[in-house]
């Protein structure tokens, strides 16, 4: 083993809000284990000079949040399959020269579903998708990679869905977003992967219907925990999952590259996230 204190990090812009450096601070802590984990504030103009610079100084890899991810791939000397296809890393692999990304965030979705809800099927029925951001494009990936027949895109811009939607063109459909509660007609998973609902953001005021027994929801916002779209998506009958879960398990795979442990995500975690 090198004697060098293996060394993680995520880079943003800002960086402050990030809960990253709590969840890979923990685990360290939980199992024992030499290491470090830090926030790293960083200008897009000084992103590839720190890339560059970051093995040099001991460090094993990097997670990548917010606005650097498409530019992370692009840096990145090699990349999983997954990465190339959402078109953003937010985990990075420094070895043996080589810079190797990842982005988990889509597989940290389904985690999460499969987590909280072990009978959760994925390939059972069709999807309601609001959102067609960077978020919606990980969650759409990994839903079709899971197996899931039928996503229905509905987005305010309604040229991102259509974007968005050539990447599952056999899987995906458009759904304008005058008519959004349509999405979720007979769906059995409805997603938000729009800000709305967020602290600070507009409400999420759109209407749902009367969603199918066994129906889940869930929603990648989690400041508030019970966002607007899962109290809607309640009433209209589902099974809610809030969004914490998918922050915690998109971190799993960076943490066992790096350090050695194939990490859990467990009510601890939440907790001390949640404290934090
Ligand atoms: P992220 O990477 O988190 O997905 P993003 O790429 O900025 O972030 O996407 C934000 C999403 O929230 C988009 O789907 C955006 O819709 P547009 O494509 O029309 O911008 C959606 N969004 C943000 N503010 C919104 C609002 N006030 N009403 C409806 N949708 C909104």
């Known amino acids: 083993m090198s004697p060098q204190v293996p060394l993680a990090g995520v880079i943003g812009w800002p960086i402050g809000h990030s809960a990253s450096p709590v969840v890979h601070g923990h685990w360290l802590q939980r199992y024992g284990l030499r290491g470090a984990y830090v926030p790293l504030e960083v200008a897009a103009a000084d992103l590839a000079g720190v ?7 001991g460090f094993v890899g990097a997670n990548v949040t917010i606005p650097h991810k498409e530019a992370a791939l692009a840096l990145a000397t090699e990349a999983t399959a997954r990465a190339h296809r959402i078109g953003a890393a937010n985990t990075l692999h420094f070895r043996d020269g080589a810079v190797s990304a990842d982005c988990t965030d889509g ?13 959760w099927d994925p390939a059972a029925g069709p ?72 602290v600070g953001q507009p409400a999420f005021d759109l209407r749902l219907p009367r969603l199918p027994q066994g129906a889940l929801a869930t929603d990648i916002v ?35 590259a790096w350090f ?16 934090r």
């Open 51 to 57: 890339i560059e610079m970051l093995p040099r100084a």
């Open 107 to 119: 597989i940290g979705f389904v985690e999460n579903l499969r987590d909280r809800c072990p009978a």
């Open 127 to 198: 999807v309601g998708l609001y959102g067609a951001g960077g978020a919606a494009r990980a969650v759409l990936d990994a839903l079709v990679q899971a197996g899931a027949p039928e996503i229905r895109i509905t987005n305010r811009t309604r040229a991102r869905a259509e974007a968005l939607a050539d990447a599952a063109p056999d899987r995906a459909r458009v759904v304008d977003w005058a008519e959004a509660g349509k999405a979720a007609q007979d769906a059995l998973l409805v997603v938000n992967t729009t800000s709305l609902g967020m």
């Open 222 to 256: 989690y400041t508030p925990l019970e966002t607007p779209f899962l109290h809607a998506a309640a009433l209209a009958g589902a099974r809610t999952v809030d969004g914490l879960g998918m922050l915690l398990h998109q971190a799993v795979p960076g943490f066992e």
């Open 260 to 275: 050695g442990v194939r990490p859990e995500v467990d009510p601890e975690l939440r907790s001390v996230v949640l404290q």
